[in-house]
């Protein structure tokens, strides 16, 4: 092998490598820094979706990486997700007016959605244990008028996406995946931690739009919730 070809290529990785892990570091502190990171345990979100004219009330409930709890009111009906420690349930009045246990999919899913902080934050704080196999910077490109380094993650499950964030403020603005995008604005602090008061999913279904009306930390949660129906 040509040895000048060898350290450029060798050169190039260390510099992709440090400056990663610099813009990670900006990540997490935009967010509101490991410390307050580390100490997050629960979230409690009540929220209201945006879909066909609607006004539809959420109430969110997430022990971090262990439960998390879903409720929905529609008009006349009332929809709720619940996963605890890799087990769940759902009640759907569209389809059944029984409880109705969760696939291995969706505990997966919902296991997903208890880590709530993002994989940039897993993947440099917890190094080899993230469950963040890979990012590579592949680019740059405009999300919202905000220029945004273009990340493509890899996860150990398999599953890849990519990740958009600003270059200003270092917050994730978007996420693309397989199952469509996220798109992420209006950030504030709650509590110390940097939150997306309003969040628009796109997907083969349609477009729905969240907003955050409260958002309280590291509250006194009575597990029970999380119990079967």
């Not at 150990?156 to 995008?181: A, H, Q």
């Amino acid at each position: 092998m040509n040895i000048k070809f060898f350290l450029s290529v060798f050169f190039q990785f260390l510099t992709t490598l440090f400056f990663g892990q610099n813009i990670y570091k900006e990540h997490v502190k935009a967010m509101g820094g490991e410390e307050a990171l580390k100490g997050l345990r629960n979230v409690v979100l009540d929220q209201v979706l945006y879909s066909n004219n609607y006004e539809i009330p959420q109430k969110t409930i997430i022990i971090i990486n262990k439960g998390f709890f879903q409720e929905t009111t529609f008009p006349g009906n009332k929809m709720i997700v619940s996963m605890y420690d890799n087990k769940g349930w759902q009640i759907n009045p569209y389809v059944s007016n029984k409880t109705i246990p969760l696939t291995s999919q969706e505990v997966q899913n919902y296991i997903v959605a208890s880590r709530f902080l993002s994989p940039l934050y897993d993947f440099y704080v917890n190094k080899k244990d993230s469950y963040v196999q890979e990012i590579k910077i592949v680019g740059e490109k405009e999300i919202d008028n905000d220029i945004c380094y273009q990340l493509l993650v890899n996860y150990k499950s398999g599953f890849i996406e990519t990740i958009y964030m600003s270059k200003k403020t270092f917050l994730i603005r978007k996420i693309e995946n397989k199952l469509g995008s996220t798109f992420f604005y209006n950030f504030k602090k709650n509590g110390g931690i940097t939150m997306a008061q309003n969040t628009e999913i796109t997907n083969h279904m349609g477009t729905i739009v969240s907003e955050i009306l409260t958002a309280k930390i590291n509250q006194k949660i009575d597990v029970k919730i999380f119990n079967k129906q």
